[in-house]
C-alpha cells in the first residue's frame, strides 16, 4: 500500500488546456518547458471504419496525398521547409484517425500551424501525382502483404469480425486501390477535411495564451462542417472461427483473438490488467510458464486493442522448435481457462497496477508522445480526460472484475484462432 | 568519499542538464545527467564486448552473454530479479551489439536504489545457471527463426553476410541458429571473465537524482567490482571485393527486397561528417533525398528508398534499400546505381545547405528526453567524442563545403564494386549489371 501511495504521488494528472473555436475545431495545449521543442499535430475524425467495400484504403490515400502540392505549396516544398527549420513530420492512418505532425524548434512551429491550414484548405490531389502515388500505395500494400506475421494479423481481423468495418486492414485491399479514382480521394478529403472534423494538440515549450492566439490566425477564418458517422455494431459471434494462413515460413504461429469492449468503458480496465498480468514483462504468467518453465514457446505476447467501437484481445504465440501449434493453442486455452476459476494472486495484481502508472509517468518523457496519447484518447478513446482518469481507474480493478471479465469474453464462441503453417506439399 | 574524480571534461549542458563524467577507482566510468522534469531514472551499462568478439563457430555468444546477466546472480534466480523490478513498474533487460553489449534499466526514481543494486549485482555475480543458458538460447534461437521467415529482417542478416563473408561483422549480434545452440555454459563464462571487467565499460545515468548521492551509491554498489587487465582480440582487416558481387534469395513473394551497398568508413573516420551529409542527399533524408526522388516520386516505384551509413569501430556498411515489385527490380538497381555515379559529378549548393540546416537545427531535438540523453551520452563516449561535442556539432556541419561533399563520394561511394542481395522470385537474368558475379 505504502509503495501504490509512492507512486501514485509520482503520477500527478496533466494540465490540459481546452479550447473549441467557433468553427468546431478543438484544441488542446500542453505546456512542457523541458527542451525549446514543440510537436504540432493535428487530427481528422477519419480513417478506415469510414471506408465502405470498394473504397477500402483511401483515408490512408489520402494521408499519401496530402504530401503532395497544394494551392500554394510544390510536392516537397513542405517536407523541405521543414528540413531546413531542422524539424521532423511525417503522417499516419488508422481505424479513427488521420494524422499529421511535426516537431520543430520553439521559435519555429507557427510554420507547421499555417501549412496544416494550407493542407485543410488548399490541397490539390493533382491528378498525375495522383496516378504515380498509387504506385507508392500499392507498393506499401505488397509490403504488409508479403510479410507473413503482418498479414497473419490482418487474417485474424478479416475472420474475427464479419459485418464490421475493424475487419479491413488500414491499406485496404489491392483491387479497391487499383480503381480508386483522383476524384474518389478528392471527395473524401473535401467531406472529412475541415475544423469540424479536426483536434489540434500543440504540446511542448510554448505559452498556452500565444499558442492559441497562433492556432486562431490559422484557423478561425476556415468554415467547419461537422461530418455525421455511421455507427456499425458486429453481430455477436455464435462459434469459434478458425483459419490456416500457409506461407514460406520455418516457423508457426498461433493467434488467439476474443471480442471485447470499446476504448474507455468500464470493462477495458480489468481487460487491460489481464493483458500485463500474461505477458508483460519477464515475470508475466505466459513468459514464465509457456516459456520458460514448459518450453512450449519461444515468444508470447498478448494485445488487448480497443478503439472507439470495440476492441479485442489477442494472444500471439510461436510454438518451441518441435511442439505442435495446435499443443502450444491448448496450453493457451487453458491458462485463458484458468483466469476464470482461479483469481490472480495479490501480487499479481498489484504489479500489473504498478506497471500502469510507472508508464503513466514514463510517457511524460516526450511531449510528443502526450500530444499522441491526447489525439487517441479524444478520438479514439472517449475523450481526452481518459489520459488521467485510466491510471487511476486501473487501481480500482479487483481480483473479482479479473474472474467476471475473463466469464464474460475469454469463451470459445467469441474467439477466432488461426495458425501461421509452412507451405504444404500438393 | 572513496571515488574520485579522475577528470572531468568541459560540463556539457543537455537542455538546462549538465552532463558530467566521472570515473570509479576501479576503472568505471560514470556518466550522470541530472534532471528533475519527471521522477524517473535511466540507466545504462556498456561493456565493450559486442559480438565482434565471438570466437568463430559460436557467433552470438556476446549477446547470450549480456542475456544471462539478468538471468541470476549468485544470491537472487532469475524470478527474483524480474519480480522485484517489474513489481514497481521498473524495466532491466540486456542488449548486445557489434561493438558492445551491456544492461538497459529504467525506473521511478524512488526505486533508484533497487535498480542500481540489481545493476551491481547482474553486472558482477551473475550465476549462468544451465538451465537458464538453454531456455535463453532457445528464445534466440526462435528469434532468430523468425526473422528469416520475414523478408525485411532476411535480406538484413544476408547482405551482412555477403558484405562481410566470415569477418565477424558478417553475422548479426544474435548469430546464426546453429551456432547458438553450440553454446556452452563454459564458453558464457569464458567471455564474460575476458571483457565483463569495470576498466572495459562505462554507466550511464540520467534522470531524477542528486548528483552526489548517486556517485556515492555507486561507488558503494559497483566500486566492488574488481578491475583486471582486458586484452581485446585482433579484428582482421574486411576484404574488399573489386568488382560486383550479387545474390538472390528465392521467396515467392510478389516484390523484390532489395539491398545495394558496400562496406564504409569506421567509427572515428575524419570525414564522417561531410560523408553524413552526403548521404542525407543521396538517400538519408527521408521523402527529400535523390533516390526518394526520383524511385518513389517519380517513377512510383516503392513505398520507401533511403539509405544509411552504418558505423562499428572495425569498418561500416553503406546499404541502400528498395522494396519494389519484382518485375521492376532491374530498373530500381539502375537507378540506385546511376544517383551514385551522379553525386560524383553533381551536388548542388542547395542540397548542401538543406542537409546541413537540418542536421544543425535538427541536433536539440534528438536528445530532447532522458532517454534520448542516455543515448546521446552512449554516443560521445563510444565514439570518443570529448566533453565539447554537443557545442562543436554546427561547427563540424558547417565546414562541410561542395569539395568536401565530392571527396566523401569519392571514397565512400562505390557503383564500381558493390554487392547487390535481393529476396524474391527473381533471377540473375532479371537484372543487368555489368561484371556482376552473381554467388550461391
Known amino acids: 500500500m505504502i509503495q501504490l501511495l509512492c507512486i501514485l504521488i509520482a503520477f500527478s494528472p496533466i494540465d490540459v488546456a481546452e479550447y473549441e473555436l467557433s468553427n468546431g475545431l478543438k484544441v488542446f495545449i500542453y505546456e512542457d518547458h523541458f527542451a525549446p521543442v514543440v510537436s504540432t499535430q493535428i487530427y481528422y475524425r477519419v480513417g478506415s471504419y469510414n471506408e465502405l467495400r470498394g473504397y477500402t484504403g483511401i483515408s490512408h490515400f489520402l494521408e499519401h496525398m ?361 | 568519499m572513496k571515488y574520485m574524480v579522475l577528470f572531468l571534461l568541459v560540463a556539457v549542458v543537455l537542455h538546462g542538464s549538465i552532463m558530467e563524467r566521472d570515473t570509479l577507482d576501479n576503472g568505471l566510468i560514470v556518466i550522470s545527467i541530472e534532471a528533475h522534469k519527471i521522477p524517473v531514472v535511466e540507466m545504462r551499462a556498456v561493456i565493450f564486448a559486442g559480438s565482434v568478439f565471438d570466437p568463430s563457430g559460436v557467433e552470438g555468444l556476446a549477446n547470450i552473454t549480456s542475456q544471462m546477466l539478468v538471468r541470476g546472480t549468485e544470491s537472487r534466480v532469475l524470478d527474483s530479479i524480474v519480480r522485484s523490478i517489474e513489481s514497481v513498474g521498473g524495466e532491466l533487460s540486456a542488449f548486445a551489439a557489434e561493438d558492445y553489449a551491456g544492461l538497459r534499466g529504467r525506473a521511478l526514481s524512488k526505486d533508484i536504489g533497487l535498480l542500481m543494486e540489481l545493476f551491481s549485482d547482474c553486472l558482477q555475480n551473475p550465476r549462468f545457471d544451465s538451465g537458464e543458458l538453454e531456455n535463453v538460447k532457445r528464445e534466440v534461437i526462435g528469434d532468430i527463426k523468425v526473422d528469416t521467415d520475414r523478408p525485411f529482417n532476411l535480406i538484413d542478416r544476408a547482405f551482412r553476410k555477403l558484405v562481410f563473408g566470415d569477418h565477424p561483422l558478417g553475422h548479426y549480434p544474435n548469430g546464426y541458429d546453429s551456432t547458438v545452440a553450440l553454446i556452452t555454459e563454459d564458453d558464457v563464462r569464458t567471455f564474460y571473465d575476458e571483457y565483463y571487467s569495470p576498466n572495459n565499460a562505462f554507466i550511464i545515468c540520467v534522470g531524477d537524482f542528486s548528483k552526489k548521492e548517486l556517485l556515492s551509491a555507486l561507488d558503494r554498489h559497483l566500486g566492488t567490482w574488481k578491475r583486471k587487465e582486458v586484452q581485446h582480440p585482433v579484428i582482421p582487416e574486411v576484404q574488399i571485393s573489386d568488382h560486383p558481387v550479387g545474390k538472390i534469395i528465392p521467396m515467392d513473394i510478389s516484390q523484390a527486397y532489395i539491398i545495394l551497398g558496400h562496406q564504409g568508413p569506421a567509427v572515428g573516420a575524419p570525414d564522417w561528417y561531410e560523408t553524413r551529409v552526403m548521404n542525407f542527399i543521396y538517400g538519408g533524408s527521408g521523402l527529400t533525398s535523390r533516390i526518394s526522388w526520383k524511385i518513389r516520386e517519380e517513377m512510383g516505384l516503392a513505398y520507401v528508398a533511403y539509405s544509411r551509413f552504418y558505423r562499428f569501430q572495425n569498418s561500416g556498411l553503406f546499404a541502400a534499400e528498395v522494396q519494389t515489385r519484382k518485375e521492376m527490380a532491374n530498373q530500381v538497381v539502375q537507378e540506385l546505381l546511376n544517383e551514385m555515379k551522379r553525386l560524383d559529378v553533381d551536388v548542388q549548393q542547395d542540397e548542401l545547405d538543406r542537409a546541413k540546416q537540418y542536421y544543425i537545427g535538427h541536433f536539440p531535438l534528438s536528445y530532447d528526453t532522458y532517454r534520448e540523453m542516455a543515448q546521446m551520452a552512449g554516443y560521445i563516449e563510444i565514439e570518443k567524442l570529448g566533453g565539447d561535442y554537443l557545442e562543436k556539432f554546427p561547427d563540424y556541419i558547417e565546414a562541410v563545403d561542395l569539395d568536401k561533399v565530392k571527396t566523401a563520394t569519392r571514397n565512400h561511394l562505390h557503383p564500381e564494386r558493390f554487392y547487390l542481395m535481393v529476396v524474391g522470385d527473381v533471377s540473375p537474368e532479371d537484372i543487368q549489371v555489368e561484371g556482376i558475379e552473381w554467388v550461391e
Open chain 1, 66 to 426: 496530402s504530401f503532395k502540392s497544394t494551392k500554394n505549396y510544390k510536392t516537397k516544398d513542405y517536407d523541405r521547409r521543414i528540413e531546413e527549420m531542422g524539424g521532423e513530420e511525417n503522417g499516419f492512418t488508422s481505424l479513427h484517425r488521420t494524422g499529421y505532425f511535426a516537431n520543430l524548434h520553439k521559435d519555429r512551429y507557427e510554420f507547421e500551424l499555417e501549412f496544416e491550414a494550407e493542407r485543410m484548405t488548399n490541397l490539390l490531389v493533382d491528378p498525375e501525382e495522383f496516378e504515380s502515388e498509387k504506385g507508392v500505395v500499392m507498393e506499401e500494400r505488397r509490403l504488409w502483404h508479403n510479410d507473413p506475421h503482418r498479414y497473419f494479423f490482418e487474417q485474424l481481423d478479416l475472420v474475427s469480425y464479419t459485418n464490421h468495418p475493424y475487419r479491413i486492414s488500414i491499406v485496404g485491399f489491392m483491387e479497391d486501390l487499383e480503381r480508386t479514382t483522383r476524384d474518389d480521394v478528392y471527395d473524401w478529403y473535401r467531406t472529412f477535411y475541415n475544423p469540424a472534423n479536426a483536434v489540434i494538440i500543440i504540446a511542448g515549450s510554448i505559452e498556452a495564451d500565444d499558442a492559441l492566439r497562433k492556432v486562431k490566425k490559422h484557423f478561425a477564418g476556415i468554415p467547419g462542417k461537422k461530418v455525421d458517422e455511421m455507427v456499425f455494431t458486429e453481430t455477436p459471434q455464435e462459434g469459434e472461427r478458425r483459419f490456416e494462413l500457409r506461407r514460406d515460413v520455418r516457423t508457426p504461429v498461433v493467434g488467439i483473438q476474443y471480442h471485447t469492449v470499446p476504448a474507455g468503458s468500464p470493462e477495458e480496465c480489468a481487460l487491460d490488467v489481464i493483458a500485463m498480468i500474461l505477458t508483460y514483462g519477464v515475470s508475466s504468467r505466459f513468459e514464465t510458464d509457456l516459456v520458460r518453465k514448459q518450453g512450449l514457446a519461444t515468444e508470447v505476447r498478448v494485445y488487448h486493442n480497443t478503439s472507439k467501437y470495440g476492441g479485442t484481445f489477442i494472444v500471439y504465440a510461436v510454438p518451441q522448435e518441435g511442439i505442435e501449434p495446435v499443443i502450444l493453442e491448448q496450453a493457451l486455452l487453458k491458462e485463458m481457462e484458468r483466469l476464470k476459476s482461479e483469481p490472480v494472486t495479490d501480487s499479481e495484481l498489484q504489479k500489473a497496477k504498478n506497471q500502469v502508472l510507472a508508464q503513466a509517468v514514463y510517457g511524460r518523457d516526450a511531449p510528443t508522445r502526450v500530444g499522441y496519447m491526447l489525439g487517441w484518447w479524444e478520438i479514439e478513446g472517449n475523450g481526452w480526460q481518459n489520459i488521467n482518469q485510466y491510471p487511476v481507474s486501473v487501481q480500482e480493478v479487483t481480483k473479482d472484475d479479473i474472474m467476471n471479465m475473463a466469464q464474460k469474453y475469454f469463451l470459445k464462441n467469441n474467439r477466432t484462432v488461426g495458425y501461421l503453417l509452412p507451405v504444404e506439399e500438393q
